[in-house]
């Protein structure tokens, strides 16, 4: 793809890094993404993003914790990767309480002995009106 006018040429990180980081490329190479029996935490996993990587998770082998605050959306999401062969542990908790973190931890650690990875998406999408207000102006 040629570089557009004024930008400079992408360059590698470090020498043997691969040519491209699209998750798309890396699913052609090994569909379970070197996942396979790995445990990960997706958090936001009730929506949106966190819930497309748990489904993504879920297809690749791996072992799919699923935290939110909405139970009946996380444990739809837990039954639907369970029915196409998939791992997932519905575990509800609101992130920003640290006895529910500890739960949903204590959880995930019994159903798969440990937690090798984390995907933090729990958030909430940016108001487009921020971009347009003065920062004086915001809570
Ligand atoms: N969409 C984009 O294009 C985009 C681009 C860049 C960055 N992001 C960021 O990526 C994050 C996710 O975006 P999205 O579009 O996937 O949003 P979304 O569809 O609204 O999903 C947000 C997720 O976060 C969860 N959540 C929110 N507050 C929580 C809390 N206190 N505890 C636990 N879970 C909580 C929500 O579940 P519950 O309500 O059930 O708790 C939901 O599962 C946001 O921070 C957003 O700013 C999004």
Redesign the pocket.
């Known amino acids: 793809m040629p570089t557009p006018e004024g930008a400079s040429a992408p360059t590698k990180p470090y020498a043997g890094a691969p040519s491209s980081v699209s998750v798309f490329d890396a699913l052609d190479e090994d569909p379970r993404l070197g996942l396979a029996n790995d445990t990960i935490w997706v958090?936001?996993?009730?929506?949106?993003?966190?819930?497309?990587t748990a489904r993504l998770l879920g297809s690749a082998d791996a072992r799919v914790v699923l935290?939110?605050?909405?139970?009946d959306?996380?444990a739809e999401l837990a039954e639907e990767v369970r029915e196409a062969g998939g791992r997932a542990l519905a575990a509800?908790?609101?992130?920003?309480?640290a006895d529910?973190i500890d739960a949903a931890i204590a959880q995930a650690r019994q159903w798969a002995g440990a937690i090798d990875h984390v995907a933090h998406?729990?958030?909430?999408?940016?108001d487009e009106r921020l971009w347009d207000s003065p920062l004086h102006e915001l809570d």
């Open positions: 958090t936001g996993a009730s929506s949106g993003i966190g819930e497309q935290s939110a605050r909405s139970e959306r996380l509800p908790a609101d992130v920003t309480e529910e998406v729990a958030g909430y999408p940016l």
